[in-house]
């Protein structure tokens, strides 16, 4: 654990992955390490391909785009930050991402948008806890 070069942040705009936002600063200020913003627009090709309309897309684009600003308004200077809006399978694309970016840990929160209560994990952080090959850290 002694060297994080960079941390990956899922993004979806919830409060726990807020969480993760503030407690992935801390860890880039201790760690001098870079943070990669990923927001993924969760809609399959398929469906893009046979019947998303342009309008609708744009508006899934634009809704991910403002995730991503918020949380980059939150990285002080001086620390390194990169966005990066994907389409797919949250889980699946966070996965790939992290071992294609060579991501030496991922914080994410707990639970995101989803509306079931009461359970620790929501399905995206509790697929990458126990399939990423990297650290992972849940927000709490
Ligand atoms: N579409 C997404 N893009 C980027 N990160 C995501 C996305 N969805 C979830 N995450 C990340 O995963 C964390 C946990 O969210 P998750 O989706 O697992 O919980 P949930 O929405 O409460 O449950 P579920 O999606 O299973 O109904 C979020 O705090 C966020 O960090
Ligand atoms: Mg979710």
Redesign the pocket.
Known sequence: MDNIKTIL????G???????VEFAIKLAQVYQAKIDF?????INQLAINACLSDAILDAVTKA?DA?LDRALAKVPQGIKVEAFS?TGS??V??LEFAEENKNDMI???????????G?L????????VENAKCPVV??K
């Open positions: 942040v899922p993004v979806d919830s409060e726990g992955s807020d969480k993760a990923l927001y993924i627009a969760n991910g995730i994907e949250p889980s694309t966070i914080a994410m929160g707990s639970r995101g948008l989803g509306v079931v209560k359970v994990l929501g399905s995206v952080s509790q697929y990458v849940i927000a």
